[in-house]
């Protein structure tokens, strides 16, 4: 990722990609104590456009408000940043990756004394999961990693080091010949994907995990309303393995998963082992909204 062309916005101005650079003393890279988000850009029938903008330079804010990190930037210049990014490399759609991380100003757990630095990086990145994936449907592991206790690390935030646990419940899965993993929180109920928020349908109601130990995905609130268009109502509550086992239909919803179907949980085929009727339908529904195919929606697209 290091070596390409482009220009990454790093300290209030753009950079040249290759000169984006960091210490290896930097203080978050050794303690793991980084706020960031995954957002995309999609090239829209009215031009490229940033997809809910707001909620993701709120979500990054909130999460350094949560971790105690002061980002010394304002929500209006971070996202004027993430559109300047997008222009500045001739991107017609992509997935930036914003991040605010401790410098390498001092060594030591307590980060008095370090600068908050924000790098935000743009790139394009396909289907998470694969092309195929958003139609067949994918193939899920319930993880032998617990998602973490909400005292352990706080789950409104996007936090760096939470993803350790993430990569170790994606590496168990894919060695095991799945595509993604399925993480239960500390009691043993669904929490979500290593990278993603998770729906259920049953008897054509939906389901999701009550979000405690999950993050607030902003696909996630998307589907949410989108379901609601359709009438049908998001039910939140405890979710067991196999309620999943025996659905009609699963699917996950990320930034970078979009609506990725469910077609396996743990060797059990879910429904008819393929992208299920409702899933196709709010997934239809989604892509037409990024791309600009709803006015109705048009407000959560920033063009640039
Ligand atoms: C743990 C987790 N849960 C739910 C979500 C969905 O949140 P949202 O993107 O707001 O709908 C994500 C985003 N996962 C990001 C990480 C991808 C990566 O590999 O890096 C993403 O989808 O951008 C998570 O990382």
Request: negative net charge; aromatic residues 10%.
């Amino acid at each position: 990722m290091a070596d390409r062309d482009g220009f990454i916005w790093y300290d209030g101005k753009l950079v040249p990609w290759r000169e984006a650079t960091t210490h290896v003393l930097t203080h978050s890279l050794h303690y793991g104590l980084s706020v960031f988000e995954g957002v995309r850009a999609y090239n829209t029938v009215k031009g490229t456009a940033i997809f809910r903008l707001a909620e993701h330079t709120q979500r990054l804010l909130n999460s350094g408000k949560i971790y105690m990190m002061n980002i010394p930037y304002s929500k209006e210049v971070l996202m004027e940043a993430q559109l300047e990014v997008v222009r500045a490399n001739k991107l017609e759609s992509c997935y930036l990756r914003p991040i605010a991380f401790y410098g390498s100003e001092k060594m030591g757990i307590s980060t008095d004394g370090a600068t908050v630095h924000v790098a935000i990086a743009a790139w394009p990145w396909g289907a998470y999961l694969g092309e195929e994936a958003l139609e067949n449907g994918i193939r899920v592991k319930t993880s032998s990693f617990a998602r973490h206790h909400v005292n352990v690390t706080m789950p409104r935030a996007k936090l760096a080091s939470t993803y350790a646990n993430s990569i170790l419940a994606n590496a168990e899965a894919v060695e095991a010949g799945y595509d993604e993993a399925l993480l239960l929180d500390t009691q043993g109920f669904v929490a979500e994907g290593a990278g993603e928020n998770l729906f259920v349908i049953k008897d054509g109601a939906i389901y999701e995990p009550e979000i405690a130990s999950a993050l607030t995905g902003i696909t996630r609130s998307s589907v949410i309303q989108v379901a609601k268009e359709f009438g049908l109502d998001v039910i939140s509550k405890r979710i067991t393995r196999d309620d999943i086992y025996i659905a009609d239909e699963a699917f996950f919803t990320g930034t970078a998963a979009e609506v990725t179907p469910i077609r396996d949980l743990d060797n059990r085929v879910i429904g008819e082992g393929k992208r299920g009727p409702i899933t196709e339908k709010l997934q239809k529904r989604f892509f037409e909204i990024v791309n600009g195919k709803a006015p109705e929606y048009e407000h959560w697209l920033s063009f640039i």
